[in-house]
């Protein structure tokens, strides 16, 4: 199967076409075809077509593309609507199904699956997404939890054994807690193609609807009065 990836959720964007065996056990790594990568915090609207452009045209094109995989969060609120409008709007065209990529199991599944994995992504506000794994198997669901919180279920889980962070959150509850110091750190700005196209590959689209994932409401709030009403007199 010949499927393209797009994730713009985090500090990267992102496009990649790669082949592989969905559901082929035991999986064997996709194959890249053609992918374009920049880290970047902003901007993925003005990147992501012509990234996709390129990795696509590097692969012989759209032609024979048979899936979408696109990361659906948690992440950046505008980057999310990027990466999934790009997607869905690539599947109308090719009259593709497209699949929906946690980014919490891809940046997981981006690092290696022995004992404990915990994906943590800095949410400002002493916050971290967060979602533990053991030896590539999910624990619980992907939370928004307090830093403490997290370094509590972290440490519980990992017992005397070193845990892996990785994600964003990874230096920010190493530097912030020494119960963490002996952690792995794998400080990925974003989840590897790889992996994504991975996870894409074994992804049923009837389970893994294109659906942004949000852990808590958005930090911008709509406006309280319209263009031009009067403000509202202090009580």
């Known amino acids: 199967m010949k499927i393209m990836v797009i994730d713009t959720a985090l500090g990267a964007c992102a496009a990649g076409v790669f082949a592989g065996e969905p559901g082929a056990l035991p999986p064997a790594p996709p194959q890249p075809l053609g992918v374009r ?4 915090a902003k ?3 003005e990147r992501l077509g012509g990234l996709a452009r390129d990795a696509a ?3 012989g094109g759209f032609d024979g593309i048979e899936r979408i995989g696109v990361t659906v969060g948690p992440g950046s609120f505008t980057g999310l609507r990027v990466g999934l409008a790009f997607a869905l709007g690539l599947g109308a065209a090719l009259d593709r199904p497209v699949v929906g990529i946690s980014t919490l199991d891809a940046l997981a599944a981006s ?3 022995d004992g404990l994995v915990a994906a943590v992504i800095d949410a400002r506000r002493g916050q971290v997404y967060a979602r533990l794994f053991r030896d590539g198997a999910p624990l619980g669901q992907a939370e928004a939890l307090p830093r403490e919180t997290a370094r509590d279920r972290i440490r519980a889980e ?6 892996t ?7 920010v509850l190493a530097e912030a807690f020494p119960e963490l110091a002996d952690a792995i750190l794998h400080p990925l700005p974003a989840p590897a193609v790889e992996a994504i196209a991975a996870l894409a590959l074994a992804a049923d689209p009837a389970t893994a609807p294109p659906q942004p994932l ?3 409401a958005p930090d ?15 009580a």
């Not at 990992?158 to 845990?163: C, L, M, N, V």
């Open 37 to 40: 990568v920049e880290v970047m």
């Open 43 to 45: 901007g993925h609207q």
């Open 57 to 59: 045209a590097e692969a």
């Open 111 to 113: 690092v290696p699956a």
């Open 158 to 163: 990992a017992g005397e054994a070193a845990p």
């Open 165 to 171: 962070l990785v994600g964003s959150g990874a230096a």
């Open 214 to 216: 949000y852990l808590r």
């Open 220 to 234: 911008a709030t709509p406006p309280s009065r319209l263009p031009g009403q009067p403000r509202q007199p202090a």
